[in-house]
């Protein structure tokens, strides 16, 4: 029986290959921005990265992901940093050991579906803020919710369940992320 059995390779290549994807693109690449790329590659992209979503105080959370991240800084594929920033929190970047960590799961990180969703991931939200992608990824959930529930997902439904939701958002800031997912191909909503 082989010893590496049951380790999730994948998932801990994977975040040591979004730190050093986002080193430099992200203006900080923190535990909140974390959850919210990898639930945007899981739902939005559709790559299956092994986490299960719930809808928590800054949008979609899986409390697994920081226990790989907890591993990951502890064998060196990250290092985790107070953030100096204004706003607080924490800044991830590569660590000495990333690329080890992404030779162990180099059959799912070349992968030609995955490397383009990431690719992908990194352009179209790579440099937006934390609080954006806590935004875009609970529009993504909410819409999921409706749809999976059996509702009609229209503009001004969706719209309304973020905005109670997440009270901190203008209406226009979540009409925009509606908009631009939209625009995008990442939802489907009906006027």
Request: glycine share 10%; hydrophobic share 35%.
């Amino acid at each position: 029986m082989s010893v590496e059995a049951g380790i999730p390779w994948n998932r801990y290549g994977l975040i040591a290959e979004l730190a050093c994807r986002l080193d430099g693109e992200s203006p900080q690449f923190g535990k909140t921005a974390l959850q919210k790329m990898v639930y945007l590659l899981q739902e939005a992209l559709g790559i299956d990265c092994g986490y299960h979503f719930q809808l928590y105080s800054y949008g979609p959370f899986d409390a697994r992901i920081l226990q790989d991240l907890d591993l990951v800084e502890y064998v060196g594929g990250v290092e985790i940093h107070q953030s100096e920033s204004p706003g607080g929190g924490y800044e991830i970047r590569p660590g000495p050991q990333a690329n080890m960590l992404r030779e162990k799961a180099k059959g799912f990180l070349q992968d030609e579906k995955v490397k383009k969703a990431l690719d992908r991931l990194v352009r179209e939200w790579g440099p937006l803020m934390a609080r954006d992608l806590e935004l875009r990824s609970t529009v993504l959930y909410v819409a999921r919710d409706m749809k999976e529930s059996g509702d009609q997902v229209t503009r001004e439904g969706l719209l309304d369940l973020v905005r109670n939701l997440k009270p901190k958002f203008s209406h226009e800031e979540i009409k925009t992320a509606i908009q631009e997912l939209s625009e995008k191909g990442f939802l489907e909503v009906e006027s």
